[in-house]
Structures are given as structure tokens and as C-alpha cells.
């Protein structure tokens, strides 16, 4: 599994959400029982019913203060991940959300006020290492929240799975 070395330049389109987005918003527990083709056209349609539609890979959703709140629901990263998005920003994020985010190597990063600064559609990048957050646009330079080395390794993997992979794979290696 190749290390990915993208983290310090991810740049997207923002696709704007106001605050407490929660699981059930992400990943709606009415369709759980459906083919996963299906499960991924219903993604935030209770906040806007085209994002399913019209999110292409590599947008970045950007969002209000508690994104993710709600129960643990493990698919409600791996839906935005499965739709394209390359990562989420929002003024501050559900812990359990943040976690499992990273843990399929879906980058998640808090900066308050990001919701007040960038609009719908503005064209967003992100420095995933030192935190940097550019709107050329708008002409405004944030800083978010650091992600932890840790975390940063895990991200740079592509998820805790292909991590444990490479980390078992070297280890037979060096035998």
C-alpha cells in the first residue's frame, strides 16, 4: 500500500452545511436494509436533496459548529467517502464522527468560524498538515484545528485497515 504524500495540498469545491449535521442526516437509517447504490443517493438529502446528485470527487463539505453529531454510525463518513469527498471542515466535529472519519482515512478537520468564511461552490485548499486553509477567493487564509501525528500517519495510509496491512507486511519482512 503506497503512502499517500497528497495530504499537504487537497484542494476542492465546498459544498456548504449549516450546524448539527447529524449520522442520521449523513446516513439515513431507513435505508439501511438497501443496496449500498441506493444508500448513497439519500447522503444529506434531508439538508439538500441534490448533494447526492451533483457532489463530485474531490468537493469538500464545510459545515456549522457539531457535524457528525448523533449515534455511532460507522457508514456515515464511509458514505462521503464513497461519494468522492475529499474531506470535511466544520467549525468544530463529533468526536466519534472525527474518529471513524480518519480511521477510513476520509480527512476530518475542525476551524471554527470556517463555516462564516467560505461560501457555496468557493473553490477551498487545504494544508491536511500544518492545518492551512486558503479561500483564494475570498482572499482569506485560516487555521484549523492540528491533526494529531498519529492520526496524520493513519490518514496518510488511507485508513486504519491498509495501515494495519503495511505495518503486517513490513513486520514479515523484516523476518
Excluded at 504524500?5 to 459544498?15: E, F, N, Q, S, T
Excluded at 435505508?31 to 434531508?46: A, D, F, Q
Aim: glycine share 10%.
Amino acid at each position: 500500500m503506497a503512502i499517500n504524500d497528497d495530504l499537504a495540498k487537497i484542494v476542492g469545491r465546498a459544498w456548504l452545511f449549516g450546524s448539527d449535521i447529524s449520522t442520521d442526516m449523513l446516513s439515513p437509517g431507513q435505508y439501511v436494509h438497501h443496496p449500498m447504490e441506493e444508500r448513497l443517493t439519500h447522503v444529506l438529502e434531508s439538508a439538500r436533496p441534490e448533494f447526492a446528485g451533483q457532489v463530485r470527487p474531490g468537493d469538500i463539505v464545510v459545515a456549522g459548529p457539531n457535524f457528525g453529531c448523533g449515534s455511532s454510525r460507522e457508514s456515515a463518513p464511509q458514505h462521503l467517502k464513497d461519494l468522492g469527498v475529499a474531506a470535511v471542515i466544520a467549525d468544530s466535529l463529533a468526536r466519534i464522527f472525527a474518529r471513524n472519519a480518519i480511521a477510513i482515512g476520509l480527512v476530518a478537520i475542525a476551524c471554527p468560524t470556517i463555516s462564516e468564511m467560505v461560501g457555496d461552490g468557493d473553490i477551498i485548499e487545504v494544508d491536511v498538515i500544518t492545518g492551512r486553509i486558503t479561500i483564494p477567493a475570498r482572499n482569506v487564509i485560516l487555521d484549523a484545528d492540528s491533526i494529531p501525528e498519529p492520526m496524520l500517519d493513519v490518514l496518510r495510509h488511507g485508513g486504519i485497515e491498509s495501515m494495519l496491512a503495511a505495518i503486517g507486511a513490513e513486520q514479515v519482512q523484516d523476518i
